[in-house]
T-cell receptor, first 110, second 115 residues
Framework: GESVGLHLPTLSVQEGDNSIINCAYS??????FIWYKQESGKGPQFIID?????DKRQGQRVTVLLNKTVKHLSLQIAATQPGDSAVYFC?????????FGTGTRLQVFP | NAGVMQNPRHLVRRRGQEARLRCSPM?????VYWYRQLPEEGLKFMVY????????ESGMPKERFSAEFPKEGPSILRIQQVVRGDSAAYFC?????????????FGPGTRLTVL
């Protein structure tokens, strides 16, 4: 079946380092992907998106990379800050709905 | 510009009672989606609605659950005769009425606890 999954459930990084969060998807027909950040007790917050006709997209301190050959998605956060601590989800657009992975918890330590 | 609004933020019900969750989409958005999240898990799609229409309810349990998005007022997710397994966070998202309304913006969620 269709699924979106993550390789690492928890990622610990030192403040100032770069973070890389990975995601694998299984539906090769998917053409739109989103990364969300979810802080404790809050709803998912949109970070960045990418369409399948692109392989890279940059935002402020964040970059999303898409490798359609191996169906892999990654989120790179530059100069990670304590405020980046949260659970990060990738989501795949399937017709009208989003299919979410289980999430990666990012912990930033000083 | 207010984001997606959900209320109540927390809801406690006893087994057998009814739960009604409300969602007001972002201004100008006419597409509403409901998702359910269990602790330490990702969000699971339940239903997609446009004004007065259910477009996709493939993720909605066949019994006890219903959703509506009337012409006026918020979208409502209704759970009848709640059971402990219904305890979860329920999130609403909205998107604008464009041809490719891909990006969904989420509300803060309603945390339902069934005693």
């Amino acid at each position: 079946g269709e699924s979106v999954g993550l390789h690492l459930p928890t990622l610990s990084v030192q403040e100032g380092d770069n973070s890389i969060i990975n995601c694998a998807y299984s539906n090769s027909a998917s053409d739109y992907f989103i990364w969300y950040k979810q802080e404790s007790g809050k709803g998912p917050q949109f970070i960045i998106d990418i369409r399948s006709n692109m392989d890279k997209r940059q935002g402020q301190r964040v970059t999303v990379l898409l490798n359609k050959t191996v169906k892999h998605l990654s989120l790179q956060i530059a100069a990670t800050q304590p405020g980046d601590s949260a659970v990060y989800f990738c989501a795949e657009k399937n017709t009208d709905k989003l299919i979410f992975g289980t999430g990666t918890r990012l912990q930033v330590f000083p | 510009n207010a984001g997606v609004m959900q209320n109540p933020r927390h809801l406690v019900r006893r087994r057998g009672q009814e739960a009604r969750l409300r969602c007001s989409p972002m201004k100008g958005h006419s597409h509403v989606y409901w998702y359910r999240q269990l602790p330490e898990e990702g969000l699971k799609f339940m239903v997609y609605l446009q004004k007065e229409n259910i477009i996709d309810e493939s993720g909605m349990p066949k019994e006890r659950f219903s959703a509506e998005f009337p012409k006026e007022g918020p979208s409502i997710l209704r759970i009848q005769q709640v059971v402990r397994g219904d305890s979860a966070a329920y999130f609403c998202a909205s998107s604008p009425p464009t041809d490719r309304a891909d990006t969904q913006y989420f509300g803060p969620g309603t945390r339902l606890t069934v005693l």
